[in-house]
């Protein structure tokens, strides 16, 4: 096989694909990016098993064919090279000739034989979302994902597809993030499935801010297909997590008692310095909400104390609650609304931040002694 191709146009499509390939990898097929050269174009696709990412990018193709070359490796010639348009030929022992200007490389790869064949999607369930929608959405629920090994079923995003919304859920245990979308869904597409870690991460990096993605879903896989106007789709394939979601509606408080409205920059620099005053040992900040003021306190021992006052539209009974500092800025620095509410019941019950759209956060309270 043979192709020219710009040096941009290799550097995207290897940067797309090369997060997934772990450097820690039993197989050496695994450390490798398969090309497949054909029809003006160059499709590059790496995995580690679990999740599969492929892309396209132009390219110049004088002899069709396919191989795989170690990714790592090869995106670091491309980049130090300065040449900007390579030439690669490959021959039939899969060994690669790279030139660019003055510049030689010999590259040893493996047949394309050896790569890990694609998952298939002939099952009909899909649907199609815009890609800054579900961008946004996972930037509102993925750091509340658990990273406890334990409980593998929280190791991921419930996508929920019902009632033409789309629900996407992630716990720990300790704080839940719930948003909700409005998307077109026949009753034959509907289905509940849980994307693992990884595969959210990729998707968070890999969405654009314009364009869509049809997403598809099996029993155990879930493809992810990024298109947009200028360039050739990329396409995600993950396996999904084996097992049930919990209840996650059951954690959601009932009637809240008081509902406070914050400023949520203001709420979360305060929240930032408190946080300062704790440490590993004692990780909590209290929120005190008296007459029209929100005093947030953190009294660590070892380390000393900190105390913020906050001008509140308040008239309800005095109420001090603790809660896990980094737990409740996760969601402040998620949103971009100017505006977030506190709900509450008591000190001994969750709190809930909500704000004008489709988002809800429970994080449960900390026992002080």
């Known amino acids: 096989m043979k192709f020219v191709i710009a040096k941009e146009q290799i550097i995207n499509g290897l940067q797309a694909v090369q997060n997934v390939v772990s450097t820690r990898t039993t197989l050496p097929i695994l450390s490798n990016v398969l090309l497949q050269a054909g029809d003006n174009r160059l499709q590059l696709t790496a995995t580690d098993l679990d999740v599969t990412i492929t892309c396209s ?34 021959d039939d022992k899969q060994v690669c000739a790279l030139r660019a200007g003055a510049s030689f490389y010999r590259i040893n790869g493996l047949s ?19 890609q800054e929608k579900l961008k946004s959405m996972l930037r509102r629920t993925s750091f509340a994902i658990s990273t406890d ?76 297909q990024l298109t947009e106007e200028k360039s050739f789709p990329i396409t995600i394939i ?54 029209n003021n929100l005093s947030i306190t953190a009294n660590t021992p070892e380390v000393g104390e900190a105390r913020e006052s906050l001008a509140i539209n308040y008239k309800g009974k005095d109420l001090a609650v603790a809660f896990n500092p980094a737990y409740l800025m996760d969601p402040l620095k998620a949103l971009d609304n100017d505006e977030v509410f506190f709900e509450l019941i ?18 449960m309270p900390m026992r002080t002694s």
């Open 57 to 90: 990018v132009e390219a110049t193709v004088l002899a069709a064919g396919a191989t795989t070359l170690p990714v790592k490796k090869l995106f670091g010639i491309c980049r130090e090279l300065t040449n900007p348009e390579f030439e690669f030929e490959i």
């Open 112 to 130: 394309a034989e050896e790569f890990p064949p694609q998952p298939q999607f002939t099952e009909k369930r899909k649907l199609i979302v815009e």
């Open 149 to 224: 090994e334990t409980r593998y079923v929280l190791n991921g995003i419930l996508f929920s597809l019902k009632e033409h919304k789309i629900h996407l859920v992630a716990t720990d245990g300790r704080r839940l993030a719930l948003v909700d979308e409005d998307v077109d869904i026949a009753a034959t597409d509907q289905g509940d499935f849980i994307v693992p870690t990884k595969a959210i991460n990729e998707l968070t990096r890999l969405l654009q801010a314009s364009g869509q993605v049809e997403v598809r879903f099996t029993e155990n896989q879930a493809a992810f």
């Open 238 to 291: 993950s396996k999904l997590v084996d097992g049930n979601y919990p209840n996650y509606r059951q954690v959601i408080p009932g009637e809240c008692k008081e509902r406070v409205s914050l400023a949520r920059e203001e709420f979360l620099h305060a929240l930032r310095r408190a946080e300062i005053m704790t440490s590993d040992k004692s990780n909590s900040v209290k929120l005190t909400f008296g007459k």
């Open 346 to 363: 008591d000190e001994l019950s969750p709190g809930v931040v909500k704000v004008n759209g489709p988002f809800l956060y429970v994080i």
